[in-house]
């Protein structure tokens, strides 16, 4: 049987491209998890921001003058959402702020409520049980988690 020949021209040109296709893909998905994560944290302390639960607030020194935010009811029992969750809980809603790249490929962030040592730690799992503010602010945020991804990448794979 004869021989046959091949020669192939352009391969150094070729992984050169898919070389830069894979770093556009790397920068595209670290963007894209970086405004996941913002979208997320807003969802989540949108959902911290709810109806006040008293209307009126009498003077004091420490409070200032009357405050009536002329609601009906004037009063939310007990039964209902939280109210507004302020101070170091909404403050402790936090990303990642450098995501650590994976061996295997991409990166991993994360949205979250305090660190291991955070002053949050003994009430945001009683919170969160009482009224759930994480995981619907995560669900509310997955539509717009999913168009930033199919942007994403189709930017980086033109």
């Known amino acids: 049987m004869g021989e046959l020949g091949i020669v192939v021209r352009g391969a150094k040109d ?6 830069a296709m894979d770093a556009r893909i790397n920068v595209a998905t670290l963007k894209a998890l970086k405004a996941s994560q913002t979208a997320a944290k807003a969802a989540v302390k949108s959902a911290m921001r709810g109806r006040p639960r008293w209307d009126h ?30 101070g170091r809980l909404y403050g402790a809603v936090g990303v990642v702020k450098r995501p650590k790249p994976l061996p295997e490929g991409g990166f991993k962030g994360g949205v979250g409520c305090g660190g ?6 003994n009430y945001r ?5 009482q009224y759930p503010y994480m995981k619907p602010g995560i669900k509310k945020a997955e539509p717009k988690m999913a ?4 942007a994403a990448w189709a930017k980086a794979i033109r």
């Open 14 to 19: 070729c992984e050169a491209a898919l070389t």
């Open 57 to 86: 607030r009498g003077k004091s020194k420490r409070t200032g003058p009357d405050v009536s935010l002329h609601l009906t009811p004037h009063h939310v029992s007990k039964g209902g959402g939280p109210g507004k969750l302020t």
């Open 116 to 121: 291991k040592d955070s002053v949050t730690n």
């Open 125 to 129: 799992t009683v919170i969160e049980a």
């Open 147 to 150: 168009v930033v991804w199919q």
